[in-house]
């Protein structure tokens, strides 16, 4: 890729994930702006934007010019669900209807998950399955999908799972959330490593997802008991049955029709090559 194709502006480029993707992005020689509170910090050759998506200035200032939009900026783990409403739906709304009158032409890439699908799946959540979510954000999560789908933008969501890698912490801290839920050691659930969010986010920013909903997943869900074990923390075993084995397995298959392949296979991949 190559400056020329066209400026992005990323949303939540100093969180989990953005903090992340946008140097891997600036390697491909994209021009990134990225819209910050004030006293963020952005990577040297990053244009940073002051503001946030309830000021509509900022907005005005970060959209003219840009051939795509990756929004990633959400509000997840807090009991506040007033402020994850706000944040993820209107937020996103903000954003679209001012998308629409700065940049009616970019591709808006959305940070979708894959918690929307019902916990009670018979099989791997699909891009085609209703969707049952049973908690705040992965419902706000739906809601701004609705709002982008309808917008008449050219958009792409991109459903990811469990975020893990380059030493975010992610993984650190799923004993306990594991613990607090009770969870059965066997479940299993789907990962992705930052750098395939980054495969992903390239292949939209090409056009291959555009007007779809796609999950982004790895090749081996792992069990929460693996997991665990991953880092260096212990989980009682089990063999009592396991009740909804599919919950929080993404069904991956339309992403690798569409030539997405993982550059981080599996999880075990990433503890050989050190970049847990």
Known sequence: MSIEQGNILITGATGLVGARLLPRLQQQRWNCRALVRSGKSVPAGVTAIAGDLFTATSLAQALPGVSAIIHL????????????????????????????????????????????????????????????????????KVAAEQALRESGLNWVVLRFPFVYGDGDGHLEMLPRHVTAGNWHPAAKISTIHH????????????????????????????????????????????????????????????????GFQPVVRTVYQAVQENIL
């Open 73 to 140: 900026a959400a509000v997840f783990r807090t009991e506040d669900t007033d402020l994850i409403w706000k944040s993820n739906l209107e937020g996103t709304r903000n954003l679209i209807e001012a998308t629409k009158k700065h940049a009616p032409d970019a591709r808006f890439i959305f940070a979708g998950t894959s918690h929307v699908y019902n916990i009670n799946n018979p099989h791997p959540g699909s891009e085609q399955d209703a969707v049952e979510p049973q908690h705040a954000y992965p419902a706000s």
């Open 195 to 258: 750098r395939d969010i980054a495969t992903a986010v390239n292949m939209a920013l090409a056009g291959t997802f555009d007007k779809r909903i796609v999950n982004i997943t790895d090749e081996a869900p792992t069990s929460v008991y693996e997991l665990i074990q991953l880092t260096g923390a212990q989980m009682p075993s089990s063999a009592e049955p396991l009740q909804n084995p599919w919950h929080l397995h993404a069904d991956a298959s339309l992403a690798r029709s569409l």
